[in-house]
Each structure stands twice: as structure tokens, then as C-alpha cells.
């Protein structure tokens, strides 16, 4: 591989400016960036595609058998099969378990111009997260998503400039594309945590090369929906839990697979949104431990509506690689993107539908 080929692999799987610029005529920084980009590219890539049962192109070859139609995200979905809505236990803590079919879910052949499922990406990096096309090439999802290594030496009372980055994004057709970042609107405290990518290049994977995106046929795209959902309204999430559950890993006992792994539907509701003061107590929880009194507090929170309120809670059973995975109503429309969960109680956040708007907003103007 050439040496500018090693940098832009390096800048995809974000590993920062120590390894995109580093002495490439040291063998050993060569041999090191190597490791790192086929453990933060390259496994992602193939484990995905694996998920889909899709063939290796570049090879000729099988990455394995093909996916049974029993763990086949697509086949999931369009069986109208998801994970059931979390509920909450006698402690206070919100959990799942199992799936179930739910004839509400939109399926594969209910919306002839309205995706939901099949607009829905995975970022291909270990461990990183989803997004979701919403056509013109623009893909919404969680500024955080959009991580780097040099994040990890940056000041915490700052956000990181996430403008410019570049990720490579895969739709559950298999196709990938390099995406790059145009708008990152974010908080400090992740009040506000939204990014919208756009679509440059399609990877050509039998050639193992990039084609111009512009001769691509047409992509899936999802509709945003123009009301915030209340209280009570019906939500499904599709999101990437990867392969292990590590909440429920226990001591001496084999790691739980998730099926499917990726492209993973789950159902909930809107549980309303978190007031001002409630989200000021849920942050110092991540400062220090809160006192019992705090706790309660928090766990029995009243919540407002969206206008008031900043974090959307939902019961979707969310995991890790959910971070920007879109929350859609009954009708297939986006209505909020996954963004956090409580640790104490176990309830998922979500962006809500208005911080979507206004950074679609600031991208279709830029």
C-alpha cells in the first residue's frame, strides 16, 4: 500500500494526526499503523458485510457461510421483528428483553419513497456508531460519533472541531462511501450533539477503489418529520449493538451475541423530554456520584414537552454502536437521533427533532 494510501486510511479510521503524519520510512510506524487500521477498518468492514451475508468481492471468495435467513437483519425487519420496549423494573432501572413481532412496523414494502430501514448506515470504524440518509447525499447522526483520537487530549471545557472529518459509512445494501463532515452543532455537556455528513465517493469493493458518488445509482433516503412526537407516541430505532452484550455478560460465562447484530430493530415509546433542571442533575451525575435524594430525584423526574425540554426519553433498547441511530415514529418519519443513556436508571436519551432541523438547516444553507 502506498504511503498516501496509509495516510487516508488512517484519517478514516480516525487515529489523528500522529499516524496520518507520521515517519513512514520507520518500518516499525508503518507495521503499527497497519495493525491499528485493519483493527479499526477493516475488521468493522468485514464483520458487517458478514452480518449481511454478503459475498467478498474483492476476493472471489465467501467470508464464511451466508447468513441464515433467521439472523438476517433485512429478513428481521421486513418480518417486522424487533427487540420489545424497555420497561421498568421494582428498582427503578429500564431493561429489555427478547423480540416480538409488531405488525405496526412499516416493513420493507410499505413506503415506495419514504426508506427507513434501508437508509439507515453504520460507520465503518471499531465501535463507532450509526446514521441515517436523508437524501441529497446528506447523512444526520451524533457529533460524537464523528470521534478522533486526538479528542482524547482535548480540553473538556471545549468541543472538538469534527468539521471536515471524513468517515466511510455503509447502507444494509452492503454499498460504502467515504462521507465527510460539513456541519457539527454540539455542547460541551451533549445538550446538543448533531452532525450531517456528506456523501463523496462510493467504494467500488471488487475493484477496491473509489468511484465518483455523482454515478452512483440513487441511495434510500428517510423523511424527517415535521412535529415532535408527545408523550406516549409509538417510536422503533434501527442501530448498530455490534456483536457482544456486555450488560449481561456474567462472571465465567460465555459473551451474548445480539441478533441480529447490525441493523438491529427495537420499539419503544416517547417518554417525554427532560427539563432544564433535570438534565443540570443528570450531568452531575457524570461529575460525581449522586447522593440518594439526587437519585430519586432524578429517576422521578416530570418531564415536559419538547419545547421546553432538552433530551428526548425513549424506551428503545439501544446498546454502544446506537449513537445516531434515528428514532422513527409510526409513520417511518425521523423524529429524533439516540444519543446517551442514563447509567443510574438505564433510560435511553435522544437528540431531539428540533436539533435535527436546525443542523439540516445550517447544511442546506452553507
Same mark, same amino acid.
Given at each position: 500500500?502506498?504511503?498516501?494510501? +496509509?495516510?487516508?486510511?488512517?484519517?478514516?479510521?480516525?487515529?489523528?494526526?500522529? %499516524?496520518?503524519?507520521?515517519?513512514?520510512?520507520?518500518?516499525?510506524?508503518?507495521?503499527?499503523?497497519?495493525?491499528?487500521?485493519?483493527?479499526?477498518?477493516?475488521?468493522?468492514?468485514?464483520?458487517?458485510?458478514?452480518?449481511?451475508?454478503?459475498?467478498?468481492?474483492?476476493?472471489?471468495? *465467501?467470508?464464511?457461510?451466508?447468513? =441464515?435467513?433467521?439472523?438476517?437483519?433485512?429478513?428481521?425487519?421486513? *418480518?417486522?421483528?424487533?427487540?420489545?420496549?424497555?420497561?421498568?423494573?421494582?428498582?427503578?432501572? %429500564?431493561?429489555?428483553?427478547?423480540?416480538?413481532?409488531?405488525? !405496526?412496523?412499516?416493513?420493507?414494502?410499505?413506503?415506495?419513497?419514504?426508506?427507513?430501514?434501508?437508509?439507515?448506515?453504520?460507520?465503518?470504524?471499531?465501535?463507532?456508531?450509526?446514521?441515517?440518509?436523508?437524501?441529497?447525499?446528506?447523512?444526520?447522526?451524533?457529533?460524537?460519533?464523528?470521534?478522533?483520537?486526538?479528542?482524547?487530549?482535548?480540553?473538556?471545557?471545549?468541543?472538538?472541531?469534527?468539521?471536515? *472529518?471524513?468517515?466511510?459509512?455503509?447502507? #444494509?445494501?452492503? +454499498?460504502?462511501?467515504?462521507?465527510?463532515?460539513?456541519?457539527?452543532?454540539?455542547?460541551?455537556?451533549?445538550?446538543?450533539?448533531?452532525?450531517?455528513? *456528506?456523501?463523496?465517493?462510493?467504494?467500488?469493493?471488487?475493484?477496491? =477503489?473509489?468511484?465518483?458518488?455523482?454515478?452512483?445509482?440513487?441511495?434510500?433516503?428517510?423523511?424527517?418529520?415535521?412535529?415532535?412526537?408527545?408523550?406516549?407516541?409509538?417510536?422503533?430505532?434501527?442501530?448498530? #449493538?455490534?456483536?457482544?452484550?456486555?450488560?449481561?455478560?456474567?462472571?465465567?460465562?460465555?459473551?451474548?451475541?445480539?441478533? #441480529?447484530?447490525?441493523?438491529?430493530?427495537?420499539?419503544?415509546?416517547?417518554?417525554?423530554?427532560?427539563?432544564?433542571?433535570?438534565?443540570?442533575?443528570?450531568?452531575?451525575?457524570?461529575?460525581?456520584?449522586?447522593?440518594?435524594?439526587?437519585?430519586?430525584?432524578?429517576?422521578?423526574?416530570?418531564?415536559?414537552?419538547?419545547?421546553?425540554?432538552?433530551?428526548?426519553?425513549?424506551?428503545? !433498547?439501544?446498546? !454502544?454502536?446506537?449513537?445516531?441511530? #434515528?428514532?422513527?415514529?409510526?409513520?417511518?418519519?425521523?423524529?429524533?437521533?439516540?444519543?446517551? %443513556?442514563?447509567? =443510574?436508571?438505564?433510560? +435511553?436519551?435522544?437528540?431531539?427533532?428540533?436539533?435535527?432541523?436546525?443542523?439540516?438547516?445550517?447544511?442546506?444553507?452553507?
Amino acid at each position: 500500500v502506498a504511503r498516501v494510501a +496509509r495516510r487516508k486510511l488512517a484519517e478514516l479510521a480516525g487515529l489523528g494526526s500522529d %499516524w496520518t503524519c507520521c515517519d513512514q520510512s520507520i518500518s516499525a510506524n508503518v507495521r503499527d499503523m497497519a495493525s491499528q487500521i485493519v483493527d479499526e477498518l477493516y475488521i468493522p468492514f468485514h464483520f458487517f458485510r458478514e452480518s449481511l451475508g454478503l459475498t467478498q468481492e474483492a476476493t472471489g471468495e *465467501r467470508s464464511g457461510d451466508r447468513k =441464515s435467513i433467521d439472523e438476517n437483519p433485512r429478513d428481521f425487519f421486513n *418480518r417486522r421483528i424487533a427487540t420489545r420496549a424497555m420497561i421498568k423494573s421494582k428498582s427503578g432501572f %429500564w431493561s429489555a428483553s427478547g423480540s416480538n413481532k409488531f405488525e !405496526w412496523l412499516p416493513g420493507l414494502d410499505c413506503h415506495d419513497s419514504v426508506a427507513t430501514f434501508d437508509a439507515v448506515v453504520h460507520f465503518v470504524q471499531e465501535g463507532v456508531g450509526t446514521g441515517v440518509h436523508v437524501g441529497n447525499g446528506l447523512v444526520v447522526t451524533c457529533a460524537h460519533v464523528i470521534d478522533s483520537r486526538e479528542d482524547d487530549g482535548d480540553d473538556t471545557s471545549d468541543v472538538p472541531d469534527r468539521v471536515g *472529518r471524513k468517515k466511510l459509512c455503509m447502507f #444494509p445494501s452492503g +454499498r460504502t462511501f467515504v462521507s465527510r463532515c460539513i456541519i457539527s452543532n454540539e455542547t460541551v455537556d451533549g445538550d446538543v450533539d448533531v452532525a450531517v455528513m *456528506r456523501i463523496e465517493a462510493e467504494i467500488d469493493v471488487s475493484a477496491s =477503489s473509489f468511484v465518483s458518488s455523482s454515478s452512483s445509482s440513487p441511495l434510500p433516503a428517510a423523511v424527517v418529520a415535521g412535529t415532535a412526537p408527545k408523550k406516549g407516541a409509538k417510536l422503533f430505532c434501527v442501530g448498530n #449493538p455490534s456483536s457482544i452484550d456486555l450488560e449481561n455478560v456474567q462472571v465465567g460465562s460465555s459473551n451474548t451475541e445480539f441478533i #441480529p447484530s447490525t441493523w438491529h430493530a427495537s420499539v419503544g415509546i416517547c417518554e417525554g423530554y427532560m427539563s432544564k433542571s433535570t438534565q443540570d442533575l443528570f450531568h452531575t451525575q457524570c461529575r460525581r456520584a449522586l447522593t440518594g435524594t439526587e437519585l430519586r430525584k432524578l429517576t422521578n423526574a416530570e418531564t415536559v414537552d419538547a419545547t421546553a425540554g432538552g433530551y428526548m426519553l425513549h424506551t428503545c !433498547w439501544t446498546y !454502544w454502536g446506537h449513537s445516531g441511530a #434515528p428514532l422513527f415514529d409510526d409513520c417511518g418519519l425521523i423524529v429524533g437521533l439516540h444519543c446517551a %443513556w442514563n447509567d =443510574s436508571t438505564g433510560m +435511553r436519551h435522544a437528540q431531539k427533532l428540533q436539533n435535527i432541523l436546525d443542523a439540516l438547516g445550517a447544511a442546506t444553507s452553507a
